[in-house]
């Protein structure tokens, strides 16, 4: 009896002892964290950030799973970027994808030269230094080029379609982006060229915008182009709401202008971009360098007419410019 109990003691110091042995464990593997930088504000891009997240998941990244994402937005302020890109990299971020204008790129170009940046860039990436060459980007950045900043003279040729013989055009340019001495530039010669006055209105702070509407009523502008820039993006209820008052045919730079009461739009679908984008960070997030990804150049451009817009503001559309439509809302 006495060895039985000897026994079951022993037996059950070992069991004790045995659970008490460290159990070999796969080694974690770390979530990848994502930087999105973007120029514009979370409110006005949540459809473009669902369009970005549904690219991830086609790619078997799931955010609050295996990826997280730290998201930086500096509401049209661009001088916030620098900062905002610095504090992403200091995070040590796996890739920055930096949308929602040109001076995200830029900044986040200017914050490292070590973590992968996937852009979106509506001028040239090469001249801006972003790139090396478009099938070739050599360095740690690649994305889509939208080529949007460069349309100005067509949307000038399709206002003019939409308001013919109109004296004067006032021209919305934002001084404090980058490629707005080339869009007012392409604006005033592409005007000069078909022989039509323009008025440029310069705004880069809200209380600029208001002053600018001031200057286009005062000089009495019977249709207004808005330049493509995130800062107009995120004010873009209150511009559409303006035109509407003053009853101008305008024409502004993608879909969800045309959406909000704008009667013209020519772009691009950036809910498309935006899923591109996503594609590019799943595929570095995967082991794909920025240099092996050609930059992606977007070539098709829509038309989106508001016709329920137009025929409230009186405004007149022609047979040859509702043929040219993509898209039109009723």
Same mark, same amino acid.
């Given at each position: ?17 045995a ?7 796969? /080694? ?17 891009s ?12 086609? *790619? ?10 730290e ?24 890739v ?6 040109d001076?995200?790129a ?14 979106n860039?509506?001028a ?7 790139? /090396? ?9 690649? *994305? ?55 008025v ?6 809200n209380?600029?915008l ?10 009495g502008?019977g ?7 995130p ?11 303006f ?18 009461? *704008? ?23 995967k ?26 503001? *009186?405004?007149?559309?022609?047979d ?11």
């Amino acid at each position: 009896m006495h060895f039985d109990r000897l026994k079951r003691r022993e037996f059950i110091t070992l069991l004790v002892g045995a659970t008490a042995w460290p159990v070999a464990t796969p /080694a974690q593997i770390p979530t990848p964290v994502i930087g999105f930088l973007s120029a514009r504000s979370p409110e006005e891009s949540a459809h473009l950030v669902e369009a970005y997240r549904r690219a991830l998941q086609e *790619g078997g990244f799931i955010e609050g799973q295996n990826v997280a994402i730290e998201f930086r937005w500096a509401h049209g302020d661009y001088s916030r970027l620098s900062a905002l890109a610095a504090d992403l990299v200091s995070r040590n971020v796996a890739v920055i994808s930096a949308v929602g204008g040109d001076p995200s790129a830029l900044a986040a170009k200017a914050a490292t030269a070590a973590i992968p940046i996937v852009f979106n860039f509506g001028a040239d990436p090469v001249r801006a230094g972003l790139i /090396a060459s478009f099938n070739f980007p050599a360095g740690n950045a690649t *994305g889509i080029n939208t080529a949007v900043n460069m349309m100005e003279p067509k949307r000038l040729a399709l206002l003019r379609e939409l308001a013919p013989g109109v004296p004067l055009i006032g021209a919305l340019i934002n001084p404090s982006f980058a490629p707005a001495v080339r869009q007012a530039r392409d604006i005033e010669e592409a005007a000069r060229a078909i022989g039509q006055r323009v008025v440029l209105a310069k705004a880069s702070t809200n209380e600029e915008l208001e002053a600018a509407f001031a200057l286009l009523v005062q000089h009495g502008v019977g249709a207004l182009l808005v330049a493509a820039d995130p800062f107009f993006d995120i004010r873009r209820d209150r511009i559409v709401a303006f035109a509407a008052e003053r009853r101008l045919p305008a024409i502004y730079q993608f879909r969800e202008f045309a959406v909000a009461g *704008g009667v013209l739009s020519y772009g691009q679908s950036f809910v498309e971009i935006y899923r591109q984008n996503g594609l590019y960070a799943v595929n570095i997030l995967k082991g794909a360098k920025p240099s092996d990804l050609p930059v992606q150049q977007v070539d098709k451009f829509e038309l989106i007419i508001n016709v329920k817009a137009a025929k409230a503001q *009186g405004i007149a559309i022609s047979d040859n410019l509702l043929s040219l439509a993509d898209e039109i809302i009723e």
